[in-house]
């Protein structure tokens, strides 16, 4: 093998145990370390070469689950152009911000990046207004962070460490308790952060806004809409991250972020346009789902978990289809029948 000048071999043989031993003098005190890992619902023998985090992620990215996010809606249902996020782009945007702050904060990459890639994998089919057309047809609220694990647990099991499953459940600032490593927080300002700038981007892009449309109060912090306002709060929570001890962000910058969501939900989200689109969305994911739970031998094996009567069955079913599929299926079993 080719040796460089120092006699050293060309490429190295770094097995999982050199990784680790990296990760206990590499990462920050703070960090969540892959040896330190609660483990799997079900034990299976280590991996030669890659950590548990490592593993973890990789199964996500190879998962069917992760492959149709490339055709589920963020914002825009079925946008005319090539350059409008998926929830598939969101992802990765997501991954490379949490990876960037983790990497700044000495903390664990892999688990940044795994709950990162998996924080979206329980989406229901038109972004969501999917989570409020499932919503009827379960105890309390359907969410897509909660389906998320029973799409990586009994779907489509992955047999993730407690650690990324944590992550993908608490991944909605609504669920709490929040995650409990630190990686976990990192995902939930990573999501925010992405959407907000790549939001904004595909509503000027739509003729839904103008930049000049963005109100001075968050310009004035996070500078012009797009990609400076990932630069901004990405560096805002770096910061305040490293003084305080803990993945947060400066209260009065974190209040300025929770405005512009607040902002962007009514000239955005919720605007006359988008509650027109929904309520068409909404009708085509319950519709699905009852005829679904009339006609169970319908509902294909690869959607029917062991625990799942013939309604659970339907949910599940009519939340792993994307978009397109979601209005092929309807298509197919209403509009000969006249229902729009």
Same mark, same amino acid.
Request: cysteine-free.
């Given at each position: 093998?080719?040796?460089? $000048?120092?006699?050293?071999? #060309?490429?190295?043989?770094?097995?999982? +145990?050199?990784?680790? &031993?990296?990760? %206990?003098?590499?990462? %920050?005190?703070? %960090? *969540?370390? $892959? =040896?330190?890992?609660?483990?799997? $619902?079900?034990?299976?023998? #280590?991996?030669?070469?890659? *950590? $548990?985090?490592?593993?973890?992620?990789?199964?996500?990215?190879?998962?069917?689950?992760?492959?149709?996010?490339?055709?589920?809606?963020?914002?825009?249902? !079925?946008?005319? +152009?090539?350059?409008?996020v998926t929830r598939l782009t969101h992802t990765l945007n997501v991954a490379q911000v949490g990876r960037s702050i983790a990497v700044a904060l000495g903390l664990n990459e892999p688990l940044t990046e795994a709950i990162c890639l998996g924080h979206d994998i329980g989406h229901a089919p038109f972004g969501h207004t999917g989570e409020e057309a499932l919503t009827p047809y379960v105890d309390g609220e359907w969410q897509h962070a909660i389906h998320g =694990?029973? =799409?990586?647990?009994?779907?489509?099991?992955? !047999?993730?460490?407690?650690?990324?499953?944590?992550? &993908?459940?608490?991944?909605?600032?609504r669920n709490d308790p929040p995650p409990f490593t630190p990686e976990g927080w990192v995902c939930r300002y990573a999501d925010r952060i992405a959407y907000l700038a790549h939001d904004v981007q595909d509503a000027v892009r739509a003729g839904v806004l103008t930049v000049d449309d963005v109100p001075a109060r968050f310009t004035a912090v996070f500078g012009p809409p797009g990609p400076a306002w990932i630069d901004a709060m990405v560096g805002e929570v770096i910061a305040a991250s490293r003084q305080a001890g803990e993945v947060t962000m400066h209260p009065e910058r974190r209040e300025v972020m929770h405005q512009l969501r607040t902002w962007m939900f009514d000239r955005v989200y919720l605007r006359e346009e988008a509650r027109r689109q929904s309520q068409r969305a909404v009708r085509v994911i319950q519709d699905l789902v009852e005829w679904f739970a009339a006609n169970p031998g319908e509902v294909p094996v690869a959607s029917r978990a062991a625990d799942a009567d013939d309604l659970q069955a339907a949910v599940d079913h009519v939340a792993g289809m994307t978009d397109q599929y979601a209005i092929r299926a309807h298509d197919e079993r209403f509009r000969p029948a006249g229902l729009y």
């Open positions: 093998m080719t040796r460089d $000048a120092d006699d050293r071999p #060309a490429l190295f043989d770094r097995r999982r +145990g050199d990784r680790e &031993i990296e990760e %206990a003098s590499r990462l %920050a005190p703070a %960090a *969540t370390r $892959a =040896v330190e890992s609660r483990g799997r $619902a079900r034990a299976e023998p #280590a991996d030669p070469y890659r *950590t $548990a985090f490592e593993r973890d992620r990789d199964r996500i990215l190879h998962s069917k689950a992760f492959r149709r996010l490339k055709h589920k809606t963020q914002v825009f249902l !079925n946008p005319d +152009g090539d350059h409008y =694990v029973r =799409v990586v647990e009994e779907l489509e099991p992955l !047999n993730l460490t407690v650690e990324v499953l944590d992550g &993908i459940r608490q991944s909605s600032w």
